[in-house]
């Protein structure tokens, strides 16, 4: 089993700037392809960024790209996103994800790849 566990989130004013950690725990939490999406109101979730097993690999949407990043610590089984120059659209409840199965050192986007979910942290930018 694995389990993820997000934190870091709270309000912050457009412009500011926060860190979200993702503690895993479980056989292969920290040699898999990890990922970050968020849902808000009203909308389907959407993928924000991903990173390979290793880390060694990322990849952002397009809406994030240049603001946020992701990393890994595997040594504390533990990633990260880094989100810069917040605007109120990134306002969303943040989920991180992880994929138990991976055949290369690559990264995912789609979120139905991923096999375990975290229980969510909400992110709030006030304009």
């Known amino acids: 089993q694995v389990q993820l566990v997000e934190s870091g989130g709270g309000l912050v004013q457009a412009g500011g700037s926060l860190r979200l950690s993702c503690a895993t725990s479980?056989?292969?939490?920290?040699?898999?392809?990890m990922g970050w999406f968020r849902q808000a109101p009203g909308k389907e979730r959407e993928f924000v960024a991903a990173i390979s097993r290793s880390g060694g690999s990322t990849g952002y949407a397009d809406s994030v790209k240049g603001r946020f990043a992701i990393s890994r610590d595997n040594a504390k089984n533990t990633v990260y996103l880094q989100m810069n120059s917040l605007k109120p659209d990134d306002t969303a409840v943040y989920y991180c994800?992880?994929?138990?199965?991976?055949?290369?050192?690559?990264?995912?986007?789609?979120?139905?790849?991923?096999?375990?979910w975290g229980q969510g942290t909400q992110v709030t930018v006030s304009s």
């Open positions: 994800a992880v994929r138990l199965e991976s055949y290369s050192d690559g990264y995912y986007t789609r979120a139905n790849l991923y096999d375990y």
């Open positions: 479980g056989r292969t939490s920290s040699s898999s392809p």
